[in-house]
C-alpha cells in the first residue's frame, strides 16, 4: 500500500500528541524543566553580553549582530531539540536493542525513531531565539544594515535550515552508531561544540575549525554566512541559495549513510 | 581509628575504586569526548583572543593569560562539574533501587559519594590531564610556578574543588527524593557553575553586581578559585573560602541525607 505524506503527517502527530501527554503528567516538573532550560540558554547570550558590554566587539560584530547571528541558531536548534532529538539517544537504542522494536514497525525506522518524541520543553528556547532576533532587529532595521526580507529570511528561513542541518549531522553521528555503537560521546565533537562554535562570527576560529565548520560540520551554513551577507559585513548572495542546498544535499547523504549502516545492524538479543 | 570505622572506610574506598573500573571500560569513547572538550577549549580562547587582541591587560588579565585561564577551566571542569552521577542517583530513587542502597549497611551520603569520587578520580586521570597535554601542545600551558609553597595552595585547592563539585552533585541526587526530574537541577548547576564560577569569564571581569553575587555563591569553588591559584593569582584566604564552603555544603548534605531517609518514598521497584 502506498502511503502519502498525509498519512506520515497524521501518525506522526498522533504519536507526537501521546508523547506530549506523557510528559504533562508530571507538570510542576515539566513547568521546571521549560523554566530552567530557557534560563540556561539565556545565561549562555548573558555571557555574551557581558563580555561585549566591555569590549564592544567580536571581530567587528556587535552586540546586537551577534544577537541576529545568536537567535536563528537558538531556533533552529529548539525545533532540532523538539522534534529530532531521539536520534541524539540512539546510543541507547542500540545498546539495550530498542532498535528492534522500531525495525519491525510498519513505516520508515528514521521516521518511527523520531516520532517516538516530541519534546515541547523547548518552547522557552524558541521564544528566546524569536526575542534575540527582536533585540538584533531594533538596531540593524532603524539603522538600515539589515532589510525586512533579511529579517524575514533570518525569522522564517534561515532557522528551518539550521533545524535540518542539525538533523542531518545528528543522523549521520547515529548512523556511525550502527558500526561502533557507543556515540554519545562522538555528538560532543559532532553537534555540541560546533553548536556553541556556531553562535559566535566563525572568522575569530583558527583555520581548521573554520574548515571543518564550512565542510564536514556545515553549521556556518544555518547561521554565519547567510547573517554576515544579510547584514552587509561580506559574502556573497549566493550563500541564501547554497544554505537550503546544504541542508537538503545535508539531509540526503546522512539518509544514505543510515540506510548502509542500517545493514549492519545486530540486536543484542534477548 | 575503631575497628569498624576501618571497615566501613574500607567499604568506601572499595566503592571509589569500582567506580574507577566501570568508567575505566570506557576510556576510548572518552578520548575521543576529550579531543571534542578540547574543541570546546579553543573556541572560549578564540573568543577572548579576539576579543582582548591588541589590547593592554585588564585587571591583570592579557591575551595570553586569558587563554592558560580557560584551558586551565576546561581541565579543572571534569572534576568538579562534567559528571551526571547525582542524575543518576535520582534516577536509583525512581526506579527503586534506592530502597536497597537504603537497606546496605553503609551510610548514603559516603556510598554516594564514595562513587562521585571514583568519578572524579578517573576523570581527573582520563579527562583533566590528557585535556592539559593538548593545551600543553597547543597553548603551551605552562606548569605552575611557585615551586613547593605554591604547589602547597595549588593541591589542597583542587582537591577542595572536587568535594566542593561532588557534594553539589550529590545534592541534585538528594533532591530526587524531593521531585521526580532531577536533570534540570544537573543543567542549571553546570550553567551556574560556568557562569557564577568564572569558568567562562574571571570573576575580575564580571560587571560589578554580577562579580559581588559570584563572590558570595560555592560556584567559583569549581572553577575560578583553583585555576586562580595554579596561575599564582590569590593565596592561602583562597583555600579558607573554599574550606569553608566545602564544610557548609558537607554539612548541609549530611543534614538533607538524614531528612531524606524518613521522606523515603520509593516509586516503582
Redesign the interface.
Known sequence: MRRTALDFWRVFWFLAAKGMRERMQ?K??FL??V???T??TT??F??IA??????R???GWDVFEVALLYGPVTLARSIFDAFARELERFEHYLVSGDYDGILVRPWPTVFALLARKVDVTRIGMALQGLVLIAIGASQALPAGTLSPAGLAYLVLVLPLLGAMILTAISMATAAIGFWVI?I???Y??TM??PL??AV?PLS???GW?RGLLHTVIPVAFAGYLPVLFLLGKGGSGWVLVASPAVALISLWLAHRLWLTGERQYHSTGS | MNPSMHRTLRTYAVSARMSIRRNLQYRGQHMINNFASAVFGFMYIAIWRAVTVSRPPIEGYDSQTLTYYIALCQCVLWITTFDRSGVQIAQRIRDGSAGIDLMRPLGLMGLHMSQIYGVRLYNFAFRSLPMAMIFGAAVGLPLPGGGAPRLLLIIPAWLLAMHVGATLNYLIGLAGFWTVETGWLYLSLQTLILMMGGCSLPLELMPAGMRAVAAVLPFACCGYYPVSLYLGRGGVEVLLIMFAWAAALSGLAAWLTARARLRAEVVGG
Open positions: 508530571y510542576a516538573s521546571l524543566t523554566l530552567f532550560r534560563l540556561s545565561m549562555d548573558v555571557l557581558v563580555i561585549l558590554a566591555r569590549f566587539f567580536i571581530d557507543r554519545d560521546d562522538l560532543v565533537f555540541y561544540a556553541s562554535a559566535f575569530i576560529y583558527p575549525l
